[in-house]
């Protein structure tokens, strides 16, 4: 990888991040799920490419994007995407499953899932967390989602033994309302999660042996973790991906592929684990940023890097 102002590829393989990722993914990886063995992998001409609102939540009040669903829709269908991830604000609308189930055959653009998440951590919150789970998973599930992209939320402080006990014990609870959904639940990652030699997520996966992954490559970067060295230790365990990119100078870039990650090489690990899961491009723009193109053209040349580099 070239050198981002984080933590390159050399740096990486000698520091003690290198070293934490290979305990996790050694002491967890015993349990013998492997996906690829158990379904054979895919071509990764045939792994679906679809996008995230993010970007357009981002400038809007309490990041909802139900109000300017019908721009997200007709935007990622200019941009040649295969589907797209929700966001679980557009689904707590009590007409949600009509409106979204309308804008999906309009455009031809199927709903892979949703993104979820909350301060799991703290028990005190758990039953409302997971009154919103309940209300998000059955509505997505209608829609033919069958993801659910989760968060767990970040701590005023590293997470101690306790809060990841009870972080664990409601995504249980929400993993087995996502089965009884048809749904899966993967565990998404900010830079929260994979700071500190991985230890929320380690921490996580030790307690739930079975869970999968959905890994923002570009977050991995953030937190200084190689998105490479990620994906060949986790390889059996990760069925989602979101795609970012960002600048030498480690901020975002306007579009995929006007950055400096290397895309190439994480597409080669790809290949190499037999990636046969989702992909989805969730651009980012930093607070101040001044869009130099419509956001539809960006997603389209996204679209168009992601083919180029990672095959699919």
Not at 207 to 230: H, T
């Amino acid at each position: 990888m070239k050198e981002i102002n984080l933590l390159n590829r050399r740096r990486f393989l000698r520091s003690g991040a290198a070293a934490g990722l290979a305990v996790a993914a050694g002491g967890i990886l015993g349990s013998g799920c492997c996906r690829c063995a158990q379904s054979g992998a895919r071509s990764p001409k045939n792994v679906l490419v679809g996008g995230h609102p993010w970007v357009y939540a981002a400038t809007r009040p309490n990041y909802d994007i139900y109000p300017v669903l019908d721009q997200i829709f007709a935007d990622m269908h200019y941009a040649g995407l295969d589907g797209i991830e929700l966001m679980h604000t557009a689904l707590r609308y009590s007409n949600a499953v009509e409106r979204i189930a309308e804008l999906s055959a309009k455009y031809v653009l199927p709903v892979i899932g949703t993104s979820f998440g909350g301060a799991m951590w703290d028990r005190a919150r758990h039953e409302a967390i997971f009154d919103d789970a309940r209300i998000v998973v059955t509505r997505l599930a209608k829609l033919g989602g069958r993801t659910l992209g989760t968060s767990v939320g970040r701590a005023p402080q590293k997470k101690t033994a306790q809060q990841l006990d009870a972080q664990t014990e409601l995504l249980r609870r929400i993993m087995d309302l996502c089965r009884n959904n048809g749904v899966e639940l993967n565990l998404h990652n900010h830079t929260y999660e994979v700071e500190d030699n991985l230890h929320d997520l380690a921490g996580t996966l030790e307690r739930i042996p079975e869970a999968r992954l959905g890994p923002d490559l570009n977050w991995l970067v953030r937190g200084r973790v190689d998105p490479v060295d990620f994906i060949r230790a986790f390889r059996e365990r990760i069925v989602f991906l979101h795609i970012r990119d960002q600048n030498a100078d480690g901020t975002w870039s306007e579009a995929v592929g006007e950055g400096d990650m290397d895309y190439v090489a994480i597409g080669r690990a790809l290949r190499d684990i037999g990636f046969s899961g989702d992909a989805v491009i969730e651009l980012a723009h930093e607070r101040n940023f001044k869009p130099t193109r419509p956001l539809r053209d960006s997603l389209r040349m996204s679209r168009a890097h992601v083919r180029r580099t990672l095959g699919f």
